[in-house]
Every structure is written in structure tokens, then in C-alpha cells.
């Protein structure tokens, strides 16, 4: 999840590298308060506690820890951190793998290498079957940058018709990010591996007596957002199209994405996989905060607009009443102002 500056105006470009800085300067007692009270909740219910160690033990035991959701998918869920460090090893997403009786399908494969190399020994230990495809659900880098380790495999490597320019175009970028946030060995260890099969529309693989129909999307929480349904046990992955307990992140278009979901709602799903949180059983209504989310994202930046505010004042008014609602709100929610009034100024 990166914040993307390729359609910002000079002013929004400014607010992301500067103004949020001086901005977050007067939040920051308000933010220490927080987060003193969202650490003792989470004391409270040993979740945190749990949620940091699962990075660690998995490096100790040589496999990340998945959970069998469904016959024959297991996913494994992210942290809830801000961005990708040494300690977590970029495994900040939700991640998983599908087995077939012919061969494995891996749904995004982590934010690096390590990542993708414990997820590999996870599969490992769960069956022989080949690993056949690995799909990316979008070019975010804790989603594809563990591609590196399943290259020993052969498999496909699947995405949406525009996932390979955008990786291509944001590498240069992401490499310094890993570099600065993994360190020099783990970013060069993360190599580029875009898709050799790309999704136009909708296409359908069979992993043997399991078939997956692959859908790409138009803009929405990125330009190159794809999921994956399992037709045999109707479970649908989202990619970073659902967000569940931390923000929403908006990298697309806010009004694309908003439409996307009512595409979504109508899939007849069992379950859904998000790119972050838990997986639900309640479909479509776990999609229900994110909806209500970008809604009022939307009808407050697009009033902010009307009104004559600027970048500043919208991100200090918009959204309040979604604080406190969401996981890493202060880190992400300006982006998405940001993001939103440009459009909403585009769309005047």
C-alpha cells in the first residue's frame, strides 16, 4: 500500500511532502492518547501480543503460520503495522494458497523474499502438488515482492492487464523503500518478477478439480486490482479491494472503487480473503465499514471542494467521524484526503 503521486495536483504534491508533516506536529499529543488506549485494549485481549511474536516464531520455525479457512485454502494474516521493517519482514498483508489435485495457486506471495520463502515452506509442508501460478492481486510491494522466492518453481505468474507497467514504473521507488525499510540484502534478495500472464478481463484456471475465475477491475483501490474466486469452496480474495479493521488506502480513484464494491456485493461468496484483517463468513456485509468509510471520504472532500477549503483545511475537517474507527487512521487518512480532493477538483 503506497501512496501514489502520478495524478496529484502541484498543491496536493506539497500537502504529501510537507504540509502532513507540520499537520501531525499538532496531532501528536492527541495520537500518544490513542494510542495508549488502542495498546491497553489490545493488552486487554492478548491480540497484539500474538500479532507481533507470529513474524518472529514463523522465521524460527522456517514457515509462515497459515490457517485452513476452507478445504484446501489457507491464508495467512498480516500485521497491522504502517509499512514494511526488518522485524516484520514486509509480511504486513494478508497472503495465502490454494490446493488443487493437480498443482497450487499462491495468492500474492508477501513484501519480500524472506516472506515468499516462508510461505513456500508452508505450502511445502502442507502437500507435493506443484506450485503452478502465482497470482498477484496488484502491485503493492508487501504483495508482490516475495515473488523472488517461487521462481525455483516455474510457475505463471498471473495479474490484471496493467499490473506489469505499474511494477515496471514504481520500482526504481519500491527498491529504495526496501532498501531503506528491509535493508540492502533483503531488497536485492526481493527482485522485480512481473506477470508473464495477464488477466484482460476475466479468466478462468483449473488447479485440478478446483477452478479459479480471475477477474481485473477497473481503477479503483489501485489501476490494476484482480481477484480470485475458488469455485469450489466459494471462497473470493479480495486483494487490498476490502480492507477490514485498518484504513481503507486509496491509490486509484475513490469513485472507481466505490463502484467496484457494488460489483463486488453481487459475488455469491462463502467467505472473503481482504488484503488486511480477518477473513468473514458475512458477505457482503463485511464490506459494510469500508463502504461507509469512502462514502463520507467522498461527500466531505467533494463539500470541502464546493466550498473553497484547501488541501489543509479538508484534511484537518474530513472524516472525523471515522476516527477512532480505524487502525492506523492518522497514518493513511491524509493520503486519502489528498487523494480524493484532487479528484473531486477534476470532476469540477
Known amino acids: 500500500m503506497m501512496k501514489n503521486h502520478e495524478f496529484l495536483s502541484r498543491s496536493a504534491k506539497q500537502y504529501l511532502l510537507h504540509g502532513h508533516r507540520s499537520h501531525m506536529k499538532k496531532k501528536r499529543g492527541w495520537r500518544t492518547r490513542l494510542f495508549v488506549k488502542r495498546v491497553s485494549k489490545c493488552v486487554m485481549r492478548s491480540v497484539c501480543f500474538y500479532m507481533v511474536f507470529t513474524v518472529v516464531n514463523a522465521v524460527a520455525a522456517g514457515a509462515l503460520p497459515v490457517e485452513e479457512v476452507a478445504p484446501g485454502v489457507f491464508v495467512h494474516q498480516g500485521v497491522h503495522e504502517e509499512g514494511l521493517t526488518s522485524e516484520n519482514i514486509g509480511a504486513i498483508a494478508n497472503v495465502g494458497f490454494i490446493i488443487g489435485e493437480k498443482c497450487v495457486a499462491v495468492i500474492d ?28 492481486t496488484h502491485g503493492h510491494p508487501d504483495h508482490v515482492y516475495g515473488n523472488a522466492a517461487f521462481t525455483v518453481d516455474k510457475p505463471h505468474f498471473v495479474g490484471h492487464r496493467n499490473l506489469a507497467t505499474s511494477m515496471t514504473a514504481r520500482h526504481p521507488y519500491y527498491f529504495k523503500y526496501l532498501e531503506r525499510t528491509l535493508g540492502l540484502e533483503h531488497a536485492r534478495e526481493s527482485a522485480l518478477v512481473p506477470p508473464d500472464v495477464m488477466v484482460k478481463s476475466s479468466q478462468t484456471i483449473d488447479l485440478g478439480k478446483r477452478k479459479l475465475t480471475l477477474r481485473a477491475w477497473p481503477t479503483s483501490h489501485t489501476d490494476n486490482d484482480l481477484t480470485v474466486f475458488d469455485q469450489k469452496s466459494g471462497t473470493l480474495w479480495l486483494g487490498d479491494l476490502l480492507f477490514r479493521e485498518r484504513v481503507p488506502v486509496v491509490d486509484g480513484k475513490l469513485s472507481g472503487w466505490l463502484a467496484t464494491m457494488k460489483g463486488l456485493g453481487r459475488i455469491a ?30 461527500v466531505e472532500v467533494r463539500a470541502a471542494v464546493r466550498a473553497g477549503h484547501s488541501i489543509q483545511q479538508a484534511v484537518g475537517e474530513v472524516g472525523a467521524s ?22 473531486a477538483e477534476w470532476e469540477n
Open 322 to 343: 471515522e476516527r477512532g474507527q480505524w487502525q492506523l487512521f492518522e497514518a493513511f487518512h491524509p493520503r486519502n484526503v489528498t487523494v480524493a480532493f484532487t479528484e
Open 269 to 298: 461468496a462463502k467467505r472473503v480473503v481482504p488484503g488486511h484483517g480477518t477473513v468473514s463468513s458475512t458477505w457482503p456485509a463485511a464490506m459494510a465499514p469500508q463502504g461507509r468509510y469512502l462514502r463520507t471520504l467522498q
Open 109 to 136: 506471495s508477501g513484501g519480500s523474499f524472506a516472506e515468499g520463502r516462508l510461505l513456500r515452506e508452508a505450502i511445502k509442508k502442507r502437500t507435493e502438488a506443484p506450485i503452478c501460478y502465482v497470482i498477484n
